[in-house]
């Protein structure tokens, strides 16, 4: 298995997202064990079913000369073979050394995924990256009290840290890429998932370092209650009973998690003040309108306003965001013209690269069918403002296709009901949308914008062209 399945797998059969960090402090190891193997494989033990995965720390090991070596060969191999291991190295160097460092990490230790430093750019990354199996954990703002001296240096507005986020998704696939963000900064860390909404983030810096846990899970969690690998080491390792205090640290992230979860019906407050806020300022109108394919509709919905009202694009930037969340992808594909200005800003959000289909193609300069870079095999995510029936979606889809790209997934705001999904899907093509019609009507009646007859006439209209 993969680190990302493997993960995935560990979270959901322990309901977890702690970390245990196998840090043998010797001085610190009770005398009952005989030696650092027989205290890391209790703990193990104790907590292989509380736990997403294990952090040994590389540097405690090597400490301990050639046995402490042995050692962390034989602890990892007692981790579960379901449970990643995240070796806590922090590489950084360049060429044939970073490759050296790849085949220790990940052929000699056998780690899933392993700690990294940006400082020397991305030849120290790319040869960690070339394992498509394993996953690196680029360090971005870090725990430590001096962090701040380098990576909050700002240029442009923008701190270190968070010029590493884009750095590292650059240099890194996103389903091998992770961030490592330390609890005792829970607004950065509020500002890294802003940066990064897919990323897990390895937080260390719970417990001995005083890290805030409800700050911590508030600020960093997606909004399908996962991203974070909450860690926690001496806190655990050390204390009376490293089962309870494990399983007591589980259970706290998790009523966070729960009242995360309970507290917040992001995605539908989110799709509601969005249509609400398209209603206000005159992308939805109510009438007899007569559409591009020439049939008549009651509604009729101009969503290239938004590109007016930036504070209602970006509540859609946040709609788009939510439904491109679990979705894998190198490139944002914006079909013209009203998906171009959400494309733009979307693209901007989420530092991803944006390319799009022309639906003219010059026939001057480079006759180009499609603007931007991109290479052969890169999966994009098509973006537009709303689906009817699909008609110019599956000519832009062909495009794309054609240039040799990959396109599985469509993200629209609203979904017109009018056979779309269907056509698109019967292409291998999944459609996102932030609500369909019906939902958005059920948003404006219940908000008062419009009344139950509107409602009514809507839903009629529906029923009719189904």
Known sequence: MGFLHKLRTAVRRNDSLLCVGLDPHTGLIPSAYSSVLDFNSAIIEATSDLV?????????????????????????????????????????????????????????????????SPYLGGDSIGPFAEYRDRAVFVLCHTSNPSASEVQTWTQRDVPLYEHIIDLAAQWVEPDQLGLVVGATYPSVLRRVRSRAPHSWLLVPGIGAQGGDLEATVKAG???????????????????????????????????????????STEDHSLAHDLAVALFDIGCVRFGDFVLHSGKHSPVYIDLRLLASYPQVLDQAVRAYAEKLRSLRFQRVAAIPYAGLPIGTAVSLALRMP?????????????????????????????????ITDGGSKLEMIETLRGAGLTVTDLAVLIDREGGGVEQLRAIGCDVHAAFTIREMMRFLAASERIDHTQVLEVEAYLNATD
């Open 221 to 263: 969690l997606r909004s399908d209650g996962l991203g974070l690998i909450i860690n926690s080491s001496r806190g655990i390792l050390y204390s009376r009973s490293p089962r309870e205090t494990a399983a007591n640290l589980r259970e706290q992230i998790n009523k966070v998690r729960d009242l995360h979860s309970l507290g």
């Open 52 to 116: 997403c995965a294990y952090k040994p720390n590389y540097a405690f090991y090597e400490a301990l000369g050639l046995e402490g070596l042995r050692c962390l060969q034989e602890t990892i191999d007692l981790v579960p073979p379901d449970i990643p291991v995240i070796l806590d190295a922090k590489r950084g160097d360049i060429g044939s050394t970073a490759a050296a460092y790849a085949r220790a990490a990940f052929e000699v230790w056998k780690a899933d995924a392993v700690t990294l």
């Open 354 to 386: 944006l390319i799009y289909p022309r639906k003219e193609v010059k026939s001057h300069g480079t006759g180009r069918h499609i603007e931007g870079t991109y290479k052969t095999g890169d999966q994009v995510v098509l973006l537009d403002d709303l």
